[in-house]
């Protein structure tokens, strides 16, 4: 049974730093990639960045690029967003989705797996 536990998150002010972890179980090694998503209240389920742990390649979103930063440790089958300089539109719930195989796909839709979900609150 494949399972994506997340931890952190949290509410921090503009400006502010966060991290956010996600763990997997169940997934064949080093074949699947990790996609960070967020949702605001309201709004689609977009795509904030990805990892894949077959090749090491990432992507990130315009809206966080530089400001955001995903990495894995492949021995503990976890992958961690660091978020720095945080704003107000950043406040969301965020989710850890897995994909097989371990391909950029920046759209939630074709994730097979998902974690339970994080709060991020940043406030001005």
């Known amino acids: 049974e494949v399972q994506l536990v997340q931890s952190g998150g949290g509410l921090v002010q503009v400006g502010g730093s966060l991290s956010l972890s996600c763990t997997a179980s169940g997934l064949p090694l080093n074949n699947y990639a990790i996609g960070w998503f967020r949702q605001a209240p309201g709004k689609e389920r977009v795509g904030v960045s990805c990892?894949?742990?077959?090749?090491?390649?990432?992507w990130y979103s315009d809206i966080v690029k530089g400001r955001f930063i995903i990495s894995s440790d492949n021995a503990k089958d976890t992958v961690y967003l660091q978020m720095t300089n945080l704003k107000p539109e950043d406040t969301a719930v965020y989710y850890c989705?897995?994909?097989?195989?371990?391909?950029?796909?920046?759209?939630?839709?074709?994730?097979?797996?998902w974690g339970q979900g994080t709060q991020v609150t940043v406030s001005s």
């Open positions: 990892i894949s742990r077959t090749d090491g390649s990432t």
């Open positions: 989705g897995a994909i097989l195989p371990g391909v950029i796909i920046t759209t939630p839709e074709q994730y097979d797996h």
